[in-house]
């Protein structure tokens, strides 16, 4: 039995559907994240695990216990929000004592439980200040003391992090990880980075309108997308429009720049496909005569430490290819606008079958 | 830059003149008695309504403010959290007594509380209760305003939110989340409110309460140095009451601000 089971819910607003057909068992101390672009529906499933919506239909149940109509301060689960909103009024101590002031609690236990949970989140000494004299990244630790002090079945997490700069991003990401793990508390933590979902979770829910597209390991999200939105949303796998020219020579062309694979595939002259290339398989410059080239103009340059990702913008609105280099002190990188080439094998990119886009990428990318 | 400045102070000095002459006019004036300061010791001493119609009125208001704030801060509160859309109505409902004068309302009250099912207009009870009532709703757009004002300082929605996933039910997060933040803001609309109820006139005189308005209006008629002198009492006891309310306002967050700067 599951701790936390989501069976088949759907949450309507008006004529708009915001989620549907959701389905998510989730261990005790397991950590969920939920990742999706803006608008698919992460925010409307964590309210509703909250309490704050009641699902149009289908369960949700905590501890074997169905709370899909339980108000929410009833149902003993912990919300982080994106604003941290923690309370003007209150210093850091009663903020964080809150919800055992609401549960009763004797004085002397909440102010050891406050401080035991000052000490977790590593503000030993802030219990006395007020929120505003806090920095962001301190007020959001506060916030996740405050959630955790009354020993929620549940941690809810609603982008906590992306108010922050990145610095304090990652490090306060795995600050919430380590203390996770370390309370074993069961987490569900949404975001729209893929990053963010992928370096913290034992599972990642992929989402796209409302409903889920895929549920796996970060390592099976990545590596074995199961539908092309997960491959296009996910990592960094390029999908890429194609127009076939000559299917049984292995001819197409991407941004009507002419591409050969090493073998022949299905479609008829003139059909549009697309061909998913990993990030890896893509090399900057032009290379030796024979392998597959594509010239656009570069969009981004970012630095991810031991390696650089670069997006490549092929023709004005036209598709990008992003590709990765290792970061070496001699490399000469490209620089914004530049106009640059980029070099594949034959072998590199796959066609996606158009008629199941979303069958088995997997299948391909396990082939090549 | 400069010239700036100076047409600054120009315009402040304007100002205080502006407000400054008249009071001193007034208190120029109630001692030009034969014995200075006579119609002070007169209004304060011997004559009992002065004191009495006073703390009548005070005490009046305190209710119709208390009376007020129970009904208008949940209702703010409610309207912002889950029915947004309302908001224009309830903002035109709160307007009203702005456009229906105050005679219209003490003839109301009077022709529709003399007889059952309600007579309230039997007893002194009975008018004290419809005098409150009457107040409060002549209170409604000072209070309302207020509040709403300092609701949309806070983030109500998420505050109450993170006080209902921790436990809280409504009375709590109403009495310990959502006042606390917008005490500024209550103590405005109360302050506003005191001073309406202390100066009304139609309506406590239609209701014949023995309050400070009509007996202001009274002394005005019959006396001659007495009302300037009790214009500059109420004024001096107006200020203290807006004194205290500034010292109620600075909460622990300003002290501990203060004492943060240095
Ligand atoms: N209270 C509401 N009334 C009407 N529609 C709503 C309401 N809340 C959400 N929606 C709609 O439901 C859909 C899902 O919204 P939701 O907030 O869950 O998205 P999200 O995945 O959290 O996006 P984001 O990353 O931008 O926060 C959206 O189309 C949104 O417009
Ligand atoms: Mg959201």
């Known amino acids: 039995m599951s701790f936390l089971e989501l069976t088949d819910v759907q949450k309507r607003f008006g004529d708009t559907t915001a989620v549907e057909g959701f389905n998510l068992a989730a261990e005790k ?36 216990e169905d709370v899909t109509y339980r108000s929410p301060n009833k149902r003993n689960v912990g919300m ?15 903020n964080i004592g809150f919800g055992l002031k609401v549960r009763k609690r004797p004085k002397d236990q909440i102010k050891k439980r406050v401080a035991e949970l000052l000490e977790i989140v590593n503000l030993p000494d802030k219990g006395a200040r007020y929120p505003y004299q806090l920095s962001g990244g301190q007020q959001q630790r506060v916030a996740l003391a405050r959630a955790l002090a009354f020993e929620p079945q ?9 108010a922050l700069d990145a610095k304090i991003r990652v490090a306060l990401r795995h600050e919430i990880r380590s203390i996770q793990r370390q309370l074993g508390i069961t987490t569900v933590y949404v975001t729209h980075d893929q990053e963010e979902a992928l370096s913290l979770s034992d599972r990642v829910v992929v989402m796209s309108e409302g409903r889920m597209e895929q549920v796996g390991t970060p ?53 549009e496909i697309r061909v998913a290339l990993r990030p890896e398989m893509v090399q900057l410059g032009p290379g030796e005569n024979g392998t597959n080239r594509l010239t656009g103009k570069v969009g981004d340059v970012s630095f991810l430490g031991s390696i650089v990702r670069i997006r490549l913008a092929l023709g004005e609105s036209g598709p990008t290819v ?22 594949f094998p034959q072998d590199g990119p796959l066609v996606l079958d158009p008629k199941a886009p979303v069958e088995s990428v997997e299948a391909l990318i396990a082939e090549a | 830059m400069k010239l700036s400045r100076i047409f600054s102070w120009v315009i402040f000095i304007l100002g205080v003149l502006y407000f400054l002459l008249p009071l001193y006019a007034t208190l120029e004036f109630s001692l030009r008695t034969k014995v200075p300061f006579v119609a002070y010791t007169n209004v304060l001493f011997k004559d009992p309504q002065f004191a009495g119609s006073l703390i009548y009125s005070a005490i009046v208001g305190v209710i119709t403010i208390l009376v ?44 529709a ?15 004290n209760i419809l005098v409150v009532a009457a107040y409060v709703v002549l209170s409604f ?87 300037a002198a009790v214009t500059i009492i109420s004024f001096g006891l107006t200020w203290m009451a807006m004194g205290m309310i500034a010292l109620l306002g600075r909460g622990s967050r300003q002290r501990v601000q203060v004492a943060g700067a240095r």
């Open chain 1, 29 to 64: 101390g397991e950590f969920v994240s939920f990742l999706g672009p803006s608008g698919c529906g992460k925010t409307t499933t964590l309210r509703m695990i909250a309490g704050f919506e009641q699902p149009t239909s289908g369960t949700i149940r905590i501890n074997d």
């Open chain 1, 322 to 343: 992003v590709l990765d280099v290792f970061n070496e002190p001699t490399l000469r990188l490209p620089q914004l606008g530049d106009t640059a080439t980029v070099r």
């Open chain 1, 154 to 162: 549940v941690l809810l997490l609603d982008e906590p992090l992306s």
């Open chain 2, 141 to 227: 757009p000072y209070m309302y305003r207020a509040v709403d004002s300092g609701l949309q300082a806070i983030n109500v929605r998420t505050l109450t939110e993170a006080a209902q996933s921790m436990g809280a039910g409504w009375t709590r997060i109403l009495i310990s989340v959502i006042f606390p933040n917008i005490r500024v803001a209550l103590l405005s609309g109360a302050f506003l409110t005191l001073a309406i109820v202390i100066g009304e006139y139609t309506i406590a005189s239609f209701l014949v309460r023995p309050a400070f308005g009509p007996y202001l209006a009274l002394l005005g008629r019959d006396k001659a140095f007495e009302p």
């Open chain 2, 113 to 127: 509380y003399a007889g059952p099912p309600l007579p309230l207009t039997g007893t002194d009870f009975g008018l």
């Open chain 1, 80 to 94: 982080v929000f994106q604003s941290y909103a923690l309370f003007p009024n209150m210093t850091v101590a009663d």
């Open chain 1, 219 to 271: 390592f099976e999200i990545y590596n074995f997308p199961s539908t092309a939105f997960v491959a296009s949303f996910v990592g960094t796998l390029n999908v890429l429009p194609g127009v076939v020219v000559d299917a049984s020579r292995g001819e197409l062309t991407i941004a009507g720049q002419p591409v050969r694979l090493g073998h022949a595939f299905e479609g008829s002259a003139g059909r």
């Open chain 2, 68 to 111: 007020s704030l129970l009904i208008i801060v949940p209702t703010a509160y409610w309207v912002r959290l889950r029915l947004p859309r309302l908001r224009p109505v309830v903002e035109f409902v709160t307007l009203l007594p702005f456009v229906i004068p105050p005679v219209i309302l003490a003839f109301g009250l009077l022709r």
